[in-house]
Nanobody
Framework: QLQLVESGGGLAQPGGSLTLSCGTS????????ISWFRQAPGKEREGVSC????????YYIDSVKGRFTISRDNAKNTVYLTMNNLKPEDTGVYYC??????????????????????WGQGTQVTVSA
């Protein structure tokens, strides 16, 4: 069974940086998409970034472009989200999610919750002075 475990959250000052990790195990299909979502207090969960295992195609929502970088280390079965120039509005619980992507249709637009069946437990990110 596919399992995801996030780590790396914490407290950062505005303008600071954090790197989140998503450890993965149990992959069986050839191709997957792995996304990061976040949920701010009182708001719906939103897709932030995505990466494919086929060719590392990436997607970012506009509010994080130029500040966040998604990457993967196949040897460590880990996907990272490096977050720079953090803003208070980046505060929330960050989740990684995965889904098989045999048709290579994911990561072409903003990730949607309904597209993903496998989720991690989440890690808190707080950006505050």
């Amino acid at each position: 069974q596919l399992q995801l475990v996030e780590s790396g959250g914490g407290l950062a000052q505005p303008g600071g940086s954090l790197t989140l990790s998503c450890g993965t195990s149990g992959f069986r299909a050839d191709y997957y998409a792995i996304s990061w979502f976040r949920q701010a207090p009182g708001k719906e969960r939103e897709g932030v970034s995505c990466i494919t295992t086929k060719d590392s195609r990436t997607y970012y929502i506009d509010s994080v472009k130029g500040r966040f970088t998604i990457s993967r280390d196949n040897a460590k079965n880990t996907v990272y989200l490096t977050m720079n120039n953090l803003k208070p509005e980046d505060t929330g619980v960050y989740y990684c999610a995965a889904e098989t992507d045999i048709l290579y249709r994911l990561c072409a637009s903003q990730p949607l919750e309904s597209e993903y069946d496998y989720w991690g437990q989440g890690t808190q990110v707080t950006v505050s002075a």
